[in-house]
Each structure stands twice: as structure tokens, then as C-alpha cells.
């Protein structure tokens, strides 16, 4: 199965860039224009700063993350995005369970229905606790 990341899809790369570029310079922009107008929104560009953008882009970054935070509840991924991971699960081998020395048909059949008494014992302990949680619920 192949792997998508955000840099495979354009529009992932979009909406990453617009909530990690573009949102956190236009909260700073929009909080400077309702605190002091036109006049503070133009001072961020003319304070003889090196980086104007990187400069707003720090100003808005916490209600920048705050805004990210609230998407993420309506949609987790929403706000921030959802990194794909790769995850492999080793199931444990008990070596006293396969001896060395014995490979045959009838010891992996043993070993096959030892584990599925094992999985059956289980899925009645399973069923217990659903039946105390919700006594509805059917057996």
C-alpha cells in the first residue's frame, strides 16, 4: 500500500501553508487594525524591521494555535495536520510453547487450538464485562 503525505497532495500543502503561514500573519494584522488601525498595521511594515512577515507571523502565532486548536475539535486534522505513521505490531513468541526439536502437523494443530481456547476464553470474559456494563446486550 502506498503512503500519501501532506507533500504529495496540493491541496493538503495548501491548507498546511494557510494554517501554519498565512493564519498566524493575519490574526497579527487583524488584531493591529482593531487595536490601532490602519496606521499599526502599516507600522509593522515600516518599523525598519529586516522581516516584516516573520515578525507578524510571531505576533499571531498563539491566536494562530488557539484557532488551529478549535478546528482540530470540530475535526481532528482540521487545524493541525494529521501526520501519517507506520505502525507494526511484533506478536510475542513464547519459546516454551514451540520446542526446538518438534515441528510437526500435529503440534502446530495443538498449538493451533490451545490459541483458539485461549481467543474462545477470552471472548467470554469479553462478553461478561459487555453484559455488566450494558445488561441489553445480547450473548
Known amino acids: 500500500m ?4 501532506a507533500a504529495d497532495n496540493p491541496l493538503d ?8 503561514e498565512v493564519l498566524p500573519v493575519g490574526l497579527a494584522m487583524f488584531e493591529r487594525a482593531r487595536d490601532g488601525g490602519p496606521a499599526k498595521v502599516a507600522e509593522a511594515f515600516t ?16 491566536a494562530a ?4 486548536e ?6 481532528p486534522g482540521l487545524g493541525n495536520p494529521v501526520m501519517p505513521v507506520t505502525v507494526s505490531v511484533e506478536e510475542p513468541v ?8 518438534q515441528s510437526s502437523a500435529d503440534d502446530e494443530r495443538i498449538q493451533l487450538l490451545e490459541t ?6 477470552r471472548l467470554v470474559l469479553l462478553r461478561g464485562h459487555l453484559q455488566a456494563v450494558d445488561p441489553q446486550t445480547e450473548s
Not at 13 to 20: E, N
Not at 70 to 75: A, G, M, R, T, Y
Request: charged residues 35%; negative net charge; glycine residues 4%.
Open 13 to 20: 500543502q495548501l491548507r498546511l501553508s494557510l494554517m501554519q
Open 70 to 75: 478549535q478546528l482540530d475539535q470540530v475535526s
Open 116 to 121: 483458539l481456547h485461549r481467543i474462545e476464553a
Open 47 to 62: 518599523a525598519g524591521s529586516q522581516d516584516p512577515i516573520a515578525d507578524l507571523r510571531e505576533e499571531g502565532e498563539p
Open 2 to 5: 502506498a503512503e500519501r503525505s
Open 94 to 101: 513464547d519459546v516454551t510453547e514451540v520446542p526446538a526439536d
Open 65 to 68: 494555535r488557539s484557532v488551529r
